[in-house]
Structure formats: C-alpha cells, structure tokens
C-alpha cells in the first residue's frame, strides 16, 4: 500500500512555463529527486521546440540557426550533477562523462582574443586604472536593491569602455553598455575566477555537438521516458 507522502506525490501536478533549458532541468530534479511521477509534469511552450535559446535548428538547404549557448566550466556542479543521470543520445555514457572526456581531447584555448591593426595581441594588459578597479570591487559588493535599474555605463565612466578589460569581457559574456549593471554584477561574482584566462578562453568547456542536440534533446527525451 503506497505510504501517505507517496499518495501526495503522485497526485502533484506541476506546470513549467516555457520549455528553456531550466525548465527542463526542473522537470528532471522533481522526476529525479522529488519522485514526481513524469505524467505529472507539463511544460508550456510557445514553440514546437523545447530548449529556449539553445534551439540549434536548421539544414544544409536552409541554412542553421542557433540563437544562444551557455558558457560552460568546470564549477558549473549542478549542471553535471543533473547530467550525471541522463545518457547521451547513444545511450553510451552520460553527458557529463561525454563533456569531460570530449574537453580533455578538445582543451579550448584561443591564440589570441584581441586584434589590433591586423596584428595580434598576445598577453594584453587590461588597461585598467585605479578608479577602474575600484568600481569594478564597487560594483560587484554593492547589493543589487542599490544599483537598482541602473545601467553599466551609468556606473562606469567613457574611459572604461576602452580598456582591453572590457574588450575581452563583452565578447567573452555578450554585454553592451547599456545593459543592466545588476547583470553584469552577477557575471562578475561568478566569472572572476576566469579572469585570468581571458586571453586564451582557458577553462571554457565545449560539448561534442551544439548544446541543443548535446544537452537538450538527450534532456529530453529522458523527461520522456
């Protein structure tokens, strides 16, 4: 007879609104962890494919399409943990050993980031000066109630927009000036430690394939089973 916390579970019925990548890392945590019955879980998409920006589509005929990817590394724990239960699409391995083993074949590390005059700039120096530094140590210990709507360059003069710092870091993150300075906060706190690799992109893990057909679909069809 099914214990009482059973009997709850499986009369659980969850809606996940929009079918991106952390809804369907939230349906997998309740079927996995939370022993929600998967028939109980419903994932609202617009769309006819789930996997939110990481929809790789296309063909040879009409061209490919992939309107985002996330940045991986090897502190993404919860992301491996995840994938530490779902096979890869040939059931050979879960995607996290197929990520490890891949990047130690496949170690990202980029020649150079920064051309100058059609020449190559190795080992750049950022380029920050002291006010710099302090509004960058400013930015990323303020609390987010403070920097409120405000955006980067609201708290960063012209001048930091030309270092090479900020050179590297948009391209590495996809930032613009005119984006939120909470956000650009948050990827501080969280990147900082790759600093030091910029340059070179060391620490960036790749997947084999795009990440929708690497990590969603096989995602997916876990969910599905």
């Known amino acids: 007879m099914p214990s009482h916390g059973s009997a709850q579970k499986d009369g659980a019925h969850i809606y996940l609104v929009g079918g991106g990548i952390g809804s369907l890392a939230a349906a997998a945590f309740l079927i996995r962890d939370g022993d929600i019955p998967g028939k109980n879980i419903t994932i609202l998409e617009q769309l006819d494919r789930l996997g939110g920006s990481l929809d790789g589509a296309g063909s040879p005929e009409s061209g490919y399409v992939l309107r985002g990817g996330r940045m991986i590394e090897s502190k993404y724990l919860c992301t491996y943990s995840l994938f530490s239960s779902i096979p890869t699409l040939d059931g050979n391995k879960t995607v996290t050993q197929e990520i490890f083993e891949w990047n130690e074949v496949m170690e990202t590390s980029s020649k150079s980031r920064l051309v100058r005059g059609g020449q190559r700039i190795d080992g750049p120096e950022f380029g920050l000066s002291e006010k710099h530094i302090l509004?960058?140590?400013?930015?990323?210990?303020?609390?987010?109630?403070?920097?409120?709507?405000?955006?980067?360059?609201?708290?960063?003069?012209?001048?930091?927009?030309?270092?090479?710092?900020?050179?590297?870091?948009?391209?590495?993150?996809?930032?613009q000036p005119w984006h939120s300075a909470v956000e650009f906060k948050r990827y501080l706190l969280r990147f900082t430690h790759m600093v030091?690799?910029?340059?070179?992109?060391?620490?960036?893990?790749?997947?084999?394939?795009?990440?929708?057909d690497s990590m969603v679909r096989p995602l997916q069809r876990w969910i599905g089973e």
Do not use: K
């Not at 303020?142 to 609201?154: C, H, K, Q, V, Y």
């Open 196 to 212: 030091g690799g910029f340059n070179h992109l060391r620490g960036i893990m790749r997947t084999v394939y795009n990440q929708y």
């Open 135 to 175: 509004n960058l140590e400013r930015v990323a210990a303020e609390p987010e109630a403070m920097l409120g709507r405000s955006t980067i360059a609201d708290e960063f003069d012209a001048s930091f927009f030309e270092t090479n710092f900020w050179l590297m870091w948009c391209t590495t993150f996809a930032f």
